[in-house]
């Protein structure tokens, strides 16, 4: 089977690049299942109920996150009630919403386990390798195909996952730099693993943001909160072939797509 993540859509412009494109991306690909980071589709931080409904009704089957995804408040009911959507797995106890699904999606059963790096990030988060050692223990047997998202700013917090997790489930994906990297590969015991799939939207500016207001925040005090860029959008992801039967992945393709609005 051929599984497509897509990460960190941002704002308007990646968000209508994935409507625009997800169906045909679907086709050429011979997609299975398709998963979107989505942390960042409201003008660069968190997601609405709206949006989540149209990008789930365009053709992506589940959708991960990480530390801007309560900036929405009223995202917290629909992860309440959609396991679809996923806030990462190692937030405190009684946080709404699931950092892990195991399910049927499209005939397939599957297990997507979404976690928070702690180096540069949030302090209020577990042990993300902790809590992935007790989410991938508790998939019944019988679900093979398994995906993670380590949503996270070190390069080697996500490389050191990608080994702590190799040979137990089927991927471990990066996100949250917005930059892709080039080290795709598939790790010992068939886990494809890539340090960070990359953002889709503008880069016409700085990680999808504005250009002028991200300079004036790094030389200016005070300085206003980033808008997202506009033009210049491509599509990164990436699409690994794994076996049904077994959970290892043969092969992981790295996209980026130039795409005009």
Known sequence: MNVLMIADVVARPGRHAVLDRIQGLRDEYKIDIATM??????????????????????????????NHIFDKHEIIPYLEKNMRLLRPANYPPGTPGSGLFVGEIGGHKIAVLNLLGRVFMPPNVDDPFRIADE??????????????DMHCEATSEKCAMGWFLAGRVSAVTGSHTH???????????????????????????????????????FTKFPARRADHAKGDVWICAVVIEIDEQTGKASKIIRLRLDHQD
């Open 37 to 66: 980071n989505a942390e960042n589709v409201a003008g660069g931080f968190s997601i609405t109920p709206a949006l989540a409904d149209e990008l789930f009704a365009s053709g992506i089957d589940l959708m991960t996150s990480g």
């Open 179 to 217: 930059i892709q990297t080039a080290d795709e590969r598939i790790l010992d015991g068939g886990t494809a693993y890539i340090t960070d799939i990359g953002m889709t939207g503008s880069y016409a500016g700085a990680i999808g943001m504005d250009k002028n207001h991200v300079i004036d925040r």
């Open 135 to 148: 989410a991938v223990n508790s998939i019944p047997d019988d679900v093979k195909i398994r995906l993670v």
